[in-house]
Structures are given as structure tokens and as C-alpha cells.
């Protein structure tokens, strides 16, 4: 970040330009700043138009020059400050412009997702009792056991929607348990759960940092978040199971001044857990986490949505990276 005034000599440059650039703050300080970039007169014309009052902010994509080092391309906010005559100038990396773009989309659909769940949910709850219902009456009026074959058909069948209906609402049901929660048990709580249900052929590997301090939550929303994605990652395991050599990593790592779900925090939680599995699918790597999706045959497509809704209920995120032999579902949770 920088602030320039008006003929677009730096006043202020701070310590994260300075190491972007590759040299002192002292040189940067007195500099042209447009000079700094590949293409200098993008920013003079942006400059001149900020200093004509044409726009509160404006963003560009450019290549930052620095010392010794190729150029950085950045995405560029320029925009006005209340002291006249001075402008603000930030610079995100690419690539984080771009994570900070892909988490305001999950925050979006995952508010989507909800509301849609909500309204299907409920949708499908009323007219489901009255087919139920309607099915016992009539196996009630049969006198031939053959017929009712069709009626417990359709009763099994409504019960098995009816259980569907009550997972896509439980986490707008169950009212949100705070207390204070230690990360590490959470994890060894789902690992216990994981290696007793695959006792054969998976590792599960603890990479702790125990110095994570504890936070508010609600404990039981936390390990049924991280009891999905591990699941997920051991059924999709199966085949490295059969071959003794699969593994799921719990690591855990706090993390300083970190920005997401549009928030920047002082410190936050990263939970990663990392499987060397397949990956997943390519047709569905931006849809993981909509509901009814999923990569497995069988599979009702809800966990990792509901993983999404109860940490995101505690202000937090997830995310995915996969490739083949290599997925990573990182968890996010700011800490006090």
C-alpha cells in the first residue's frame, strides 16, 4: 500500500510494498510511483481522473516492477482520501485477488443454498405426511398381503424422503450450543469415529499445533463438519484401503492477519484435512459444495454442504484443493 500525492510522488509506502518491491521504504518514499509500474501511464490517468473527483475508487490490473525480481502482476485500488491532495493506492497479488473473489462467491452460495434448502425442505415435508398418511389408511381397508407390498413400499419410501427433508433441516432446527472449544478434541474425537468404522488399511495422521489457543463454538456442529469431510475422504479412500496404504492428515495451524469472508482477522484457525486419494472429480469441483451434489454413487450429496453451514455459522469458511493423489479441504475459523 501506498499514498501518493497529486503528481504521484510516494508520502507513504508500508512494510508489505516495501518487500514486494525487493527494497527500502526510504527509496520507495520520494519516488515517481507510476514509474513503478510496466505500464506508467495506466496510473497517471488514474491519478489526474481521481484528482477530477471521476470516481470514489478504481481498480486495474498491473505488473509492479521490482528490484532483482520479475514483475509482480497485482490488482490495483485506487482511490481518495479524506486529506485532499493525497491518494491511497493498494495492491493485492493476483493470485490473492482471485481467493478473496472465490470466497465471497462460497459465502454467496452458500447463502443461496440455504434459503433453498429452507424453502425445498418445507416444500417437500407437507405433501409427504399426507402421502404417508394416505398409504396406511389404505393398507388399513386391504385385506390381500400381496397389496400390501405397494403401500409399505410407499411408506418406506416417504419415510426415507422424511429423513432426507429433517438432514437438509437440521442445522436451521437445532438451536447453536456455544461453549469453549479445544480444536484438537474435536479432531480426536472424529478420528476415533473414522478408525473405528476403517480400522485396516487407513492412517490417520495428527499434525497439531498445540499452542492454538480455545474459541467459542458449538462443539457438536464442529465435528459433525469435520466427521463429514473425513468420511467423504474415507469412502473415496476405499481402494487405497484395500491396498493398506491410505492416509488422512488432520493439521492444524493458526494463521495472522488473514482476510476472509470479506473480514480481515488477527488470527484465525486452520484446520486442514488432507487426503491421498483420487481427488475430486473435475465436473464437479465448483459444485462441491451445492447440495445434492456428489462425487460417489450412493451418495446424498448433503454432507459437505451441512460442513459448509455449521462453519459458517462460526464465521468461518472452507475451502477445497484437489488434485489426483492430493485433497485438501482447509477449514477457517477466526480465534480471539
Known amino acids: 500500500m501506498a499514498v501518493v500525492g497529486g503528481d504521484g510522488t510516494v508520502l507513504f509506502a508500508n512494510a508489505a510494498l516495501e518487500d514486494a518491491m525487493g527494497t527500502s521504504r526510504r527509496s ?13 501511464h495506466i496510473l497517471r490517468n488514474a491519478l489526474d481522473s481521481a484528482h477530477s473527483n471521476e470516481f470514489a475508487a478504481l481498480r486495474f490490473d498491473a505488473l509492479l516492477t521490482r528490484h532483482h525480481n520479475d514483475p509482480l502482476p497485482v490488482h490495483v485500488i485506487v482511490a481518495q482520501t479524506e486529506r485532499p491532495g493525497e491518494i491511497i493506492i493498494e495492491m493485492l497479488p493476483l493470485e490473492a485477488q482471485a ?3 472465490r470466497e465471497e462467491r462460497l459465502i454467496d452460495q452458500a447463502q443461496a443454498n440455504k434459503e433453498l434448502i429452507r424453502n425445498l425442505a418445507h416444500e417437500i415435508k ?36 422424511q429423513t432426507l427433508v429433517d438432514r437438509l433441516l437440521a442445522p436451521h432446527r437445532r438451536p447453536h450450543v456455544v461453549g ?3 480444536i484438537h478434541e474435536v479432531c480426536e474425537r472424529v478420528r476415533s469415529l473414522i478408525l473405528a468404522e476403517f480400522p485396516k488399511g487407513l492412517r490417520v495422521v495428527r499434525d497439531y499445533d498445540t499452542s492454538i ?10 465435528i459433525q463438519a469435520v466427521l463429514n469431510i473425513t468420511h467423504n475422504a474415507a469412502l473415496v479412500l476405499a481402494e487405497r484401503i484395500n491396498e493398506g ?92
Open 180 to 182: 469453549d472449544v479445544n
Open 245 to 336: 496404504d491410505a492416509q488422512i492428515v488432520f493439521r492444524t495451524r493458526a494463521v495472522r492477519q488473514v482476510t476472509f469472508g470479506k473480514q480481515r482477522y488477527r488470527l484465525a484457525l486452520e484446520l486442514h484435512v488432507i487426503d491421498n486419494g483420487p481427488g475430486v472429480p473435475d465436473s464437479i469441483k465448483d459444485r462441491i459444495f451445492f447440495p445434492l451434489i456428489s462425487g460417489r454413487e450412493g451418495g446424498s450429496g448433503l454432507g459437505l454442504t451441512l460442513a459448509q453451514t455449521f462453519v459458517q455459522q462460526h464465521h468461518g469458511l472452507i475451502e477445497c484443493d484437489s488434485v489426483p493423489g492430493r485433497t485438501d479441504f482447509k477449514i477457517l475459523i477466526p480465534l480471539p
Open 213 to 222: 489457543p480455545e474459541f467459542r463454538g458449538d462443539r457438536e456442529q464442529l
Open 99 to 101: 481467493r478473496q473473489d
Open 28 to 40: 520507495i518514499e520520494g519516488s515517481a510511483f507510476p514509474d513503478s509500474f510496466a505500464e506508467p
Open 126 to 161: 407437507n405433501p409427504l405426511g399426507g402421502i404417508r398418511g394416505a398409504a396406511q389408511l389404505l393398507e388399513m381397508e386391504m385385506d390381500s398381503p400381496e397389496m400390501t407390498e405397494y403401500t409399505q413400499v410407499i411408506i418406506r419410501e416417504a419415510d426415507r424422503l
